[in-house]
């Protein structure tokens, strides 16, 4: 199982462009999460999505949408990048129905000039 | 969900056990704690959860307070490898809502 994957996994934006980072997962989980991390800070929730068809704000939702395209896919769109997006951003599942681990992409770096 | 909070930072020497606390004063009846780490800028890795008992595994324990208002994460033997940042999250065990992480506790393992 390749577990959660994101691409991309780096990017560079100019202020203004727009972009979709892409998450998926291949564990049949019900809740995913998308966070972003700046340097030296800790995870913030950016939007997530209890199940199929559902999403809602985290802590830092704007500047962002998100799509929960089915169980497997939970993408975010920035339509207007700001150099203030310049991040770590992080996707996550979890299965509600198991232990409670929450998997974890390995990153998707974005730098906006 | 239940905020927590952690030390910003900690020392530990190799060798000895490495003892990270966490306060869950709001914690509610059906909320779990869950330990999380991160080593550099690698995704968290999820390390221990429990509900009221106190939890062990191949990684490390968990001891959660009889009120279950904090908790501390015990890594027996650190090694200079356990040098990460750890998140204590509490959140319900069967509800897909919210999971905030907080700051953390960045742990330092010295020679």
């Known amino acids: 199982n390749a577990g959660v994957t994101q691409t991309p996994k780096f990017q560079v934006l100019k202020t203004g462009q727009s972009m979709t980072l892409q998450c998926a997962q291949d564990m049949n989980h019900n809740s995913m999460y998308w966070y972003r991390q700046d340097p030296g800070m800790g995870l913030r929730l950016i939007y997530y999505s209890a199940s199929e068809g559902t999403t809602d704000k985290g802590e830092v939702p704007n500047g962002y949408n998100v799509s929960r395209l089915n169980k497997r896919e939970f993408s975010l769109r920035l339509e207007s990048a700001a150099p203030s997006q310049t991040s770590v951003y992080f996707c996550a599942s979890w299965a509600m129905e198991d232990t409670g681990e929450l998997f974890f992409g390995e990153g998707s770096r974005l730098t906006v000039l | 969900d239940a905020k927590t909070t952690q030390p910003t930072s900690m020392d530990c020497a190799e060798g000895r056990a490495a003892n990270l606390p966490c306060n869950h004063s709001t914690i509610s009846g059906n909320e779990y704690v869950y330990w999380y780490r991160q080593i550099h800028s690698q995704g968290p890795q999820y390390i221990i959860h429990g509900l009221k008992n106190n939890e062990t595994n191949e990684m490390a324990s968990l001891i959660i307070t009889e009120d279950r208002k904090s908790s501390t994460l015990i890594l027996p033997h650190a090694t200079l490898r356990d040098t990460a940042v750890y998140y204590c999250?509490?959140?319900?065990?069967?509800?897909?809502?919210?999971?905030?992480f907080g700051q953390g506790t960045e742990l330092s393992v010295k020679p």
């Open positions: 999250i509490v959140r319900s065990y069967n509800q897909g809502g919210k999971l905030i």
